[in-house]
């Protein structure tokens, strides 16, 4: 059994990882660090773990964990881990980082759009960003996996293979993104309370959200250029889910013609056919995240249209599972050389 | 692996039975039967299964599958079954019936509740009724089991064990219930549309909900005479939960005073402390529907009114699975000698 | 036009009187007051006041304020006007107070639900509750009007009539409420996160919410003796409103037979029947809170249960209106002297 | 008074004129006109108005209506109106349709977009869209006028200064629109169900809904030139509420640069400055439905993006109020001379 160390066990993210890893057959969780509920139990917080989880909360002692666990999970806020990471932890313990801080290799867009120093960037060639279906290979390898975001699997998953294909004109890309509620974490704000968020939705971060950076940084590997978007996300009256909506300009064939239903399906499926957690619903299909609620599945749709000469790319997945949790079990799947569905083959639940 | 026949598959309750059978380890589902979308596919009506359940609805030809499944559940309106079967039948397969159709050993009981005339009633001395955790030997050898409502699961396990052991007086009992909106089915109906639903609450069928006769012979065998209730069941803006609130007057000890906390929580654990899917909370708690979502547990909790004697008792499950599916699930496990938890330790989901 | 101050103007209440007051034709605030928010426009708070409230918070000092208005509305933590409230300034301004400090006769009984001394007992004496159709004639001489709780005005108005006409057992009565989240204030806490409250119904403060003594003396002064209940609310999922089902044995005419529909209506109506706010619905009908919401109404239906000799009574109110800040205003149309309708003909909005 | 009669009272916009007109000054309802429950009592069907409203829901006898009314609503399916109008009763009676049966010039495109052959064509030319802002003058002499859609209120108001003022270009527009479900209608369809529409949002009609053609046709009129833009609406779960979130390049300025913040603002101002019920937010600030719930205002901000060159216009109403009938009832007080916010200046409901 792989055993498990989560700093940060008592967020939402967190939570989810324990739900998910309370039936994985190959890990058993030992610590669940939580420093706002040290010595409390866990199930007095998240009381559907009663009788399940007897375990009481622990403070971060990385140290002593690092010697506990063979891979850590950090759902912690952006910093924490830049600034107690080094070699010789990482020598003796994988790493699952739910935060940001490994995930953008330039250490300065990093900082600009963080608003904090990070504190150790010479870690940073190191870590693998862990989107498991397009970075399988590296992630196998890798001691520091850097998890993904929920916009930005979602985003990024949405419109990889028409951008790794060209596709679309990525210079056009305008990802209008939707989620439900958790994403925004269990802190106590006012502007998260029940009464602020029911009936409403609103638009937040425009043009300055901090998964940006990481969707232009991944759409760039995929196109071999620079990639500058807009990314928009809106806070959804619902627990669970991210829709994103993506806007993009066709390339259009030697001939003029746009490309077809069946040219972009077979995109699609070049790369996600063999992929457990992706289902591509295909053309004219409009995914939504009920169909995905409780489980690690991405579901995509398109719409080609031949007005405009631009294609809708919709993507729908969970945020605390593929977003988040699920995502982190999967890589953690694939760095121990466990079956990759090991643990994540929930049903989506509903309604 | 046991071969299962739905019937009535495209309902909530009959999908709630295919997401936990698919994960279920000894069961595969053979039959995938309703009548709304004969030849459709499953996974069009509920696309939470697209790519994992390939199969198209059939019809109900249940002379047909009762030659092909080892089991048939059936999720159908009432009256259906009770139409329907026969000895032949009983003899080639077993039944899990989630309607009322045997729940009710006073045929006439049944008629004046349901307004129907039952069509077999000779068959209902042969029916078990499957609360779990009371009739376990029973329904080990039963060929039909009569799955018990959501609204009784829920208030008869509530409330069972204080009146098993006298603790309170069956005739002050008070059921005020709260359920989610999946309660009311999938039907096209104007008053469950979401903006009808959505921001109220209202109570219905008070004093005449057909659930009331149910939970009054359930807890009538424990308290060895007839038991007289009120029961008021609310609809609850919420997808999924049942909350029964539970009055009742504590009956005096020898010396006048109420029955302790301890002695309460003595009597719940005499009936629930061995039970998996029980979990007795305690004095002074008060379960919430959100801690057991999506899985098979039962949250109970009481609180002892010293200033007018009565206790207030408090029990929470999911509607879907203990109130429907999961306990059907369970009672095909204790039917086939299998593990009784098997594909059941679904972990709540939240939030 | 009446001057009227607010302290506490940002708490739902406070925000709730304001919405109120801009359409009142006879009354204008001249002081929002909110000790969180001083020197921020109250529109920045509350946006939908955009362009509507160009005015800034001010901070509570009292002695100003009663200079300068004709009446204060205090929609502020328990404590804070019992420790502040004098003769002189009662001489100079008239007071709706929408906390509890003045709604209780018998200070021990709030000093020992509320858990804090009583500063200015000796004006308790002096003020009216401001249940508006019950005490309408003493409101009217009033300068210190206790305004009546949520849960209160919808428990106490919904049996009222059937305890005065001793058509019910007070003692047998069980309040069981459920209210929507904005009860619950505008605090920053986790227990009341979006993804907290959303999707579940619990109960809390069992056999000991504050709401209970209130309820009692009101509900005995009816009955002319003391009573004794119990009181059980609930949080529920949406934005506003409350439902009180009650449960109360029906007292026996003399030929032993039960009350009769008409009975009861008759009692209702003999209170009700000119009461602009107080729609009584009759038997076998179920208000509910969707029909309220936004207005000051309180909808009231019934139904006998022949079975167990019981009544079953539900009301319903929007909290932050009659259970609040509409009933505080009702409470300053009568005060003045002016029209009690005045600025209230608010239509419910659906959906 | 005017005297109003409605055909389709008993959809969810005609029960919001109801809300509306009931404290309207100058307006009294003669005709509650409903094929579906004809003869019942109005307040049968939505009891918010019981005791508010009398009247029995009638038949939609045109002829007879027209010689009653001063104004008929109608709040009908598409091609009623347009099956049923001719000038005979645009002699006797102003029109105010809130379907889209005179909205759109172009009778082809009409015909196309919605599928139906329009049967009094000739008629369109007398139409004017009822747009309030834009088409005032037009507005206070036509005897048959076209609301505008709720999508489509939404999405002109937003980009319409700039639009007419040239500071985007039309050809990249792109509107992201989501709103509540009561969009969706009062029918009785599985796929508005409260357990299908909850916890989830989904786009639905990409590159094919109705609105496209209505917001094309304004715009273009703005733009002086044929505009095609892409719009997506997505259905959200709540009650009410549109938030449009739409894109476009900004055109450069002679000197390369982007226009800035304030020759934005400036833009919106100079068309909005004096409208009540349009709120210029200003830059950098993100409407919230929640803030117009209730009332009659559109809600505008913006966000330019340097990176991009676009600008991010996000507009937000009660599609309702605003987007139905709050703005039906705008057109009818500039038809008949009224004041422009009778009956209108409704506060926003918050929480």
New interface residues.
Partial sequence: MIKVGIIGATG?AG?ELV?IL??HPEAEIVWYGSRSYVDQKFSDI???????VENVCKDDDFEALADEADVIFTATPQGYLGGILNEEILGKVKIVDLSADYRIKDVEVYEKWYGIEHKSPELIKKAVYGLCEVNREDIKSTRLLANPGCYTTCSILTAYPLVKERLIDPATL?V?A?S???GAG?G???A?????????????G??SHRHTPEIEEQLGYAAGEPV???F?P?L??????I?A?E?ASLVKKADGSLPTNEEIKAAYDKYYADEFFI?V?GA?Q??????????NFV?IGF???E??G?I?M?G?LDNLVKGAAGQAVQNMNIMFGLEETAGL?L?????
């Fill in positions: 939402y939570a739900r309370m039936n998240y009381k559907n773990f009663f009788k399940i305008i209008d939707k439900g509620v958790s269990r106590a704000k006012v998260n309370l029940y009464c602020e968020v029911n009936e409403s939705i609103k638009a937040y425009v043009a500058v978007i807009n928009t809106h959804t009256p619902m627990n669970r889910g829709l909506t806007y289902r619903l004219n409009c995914p939504e995240t009920r169909w995905v609620e409780g489980s579901d719409k080609i249209d007005r405009t631009r809708i919709m729908a083959k049903m989506p639940v509903f309604p």
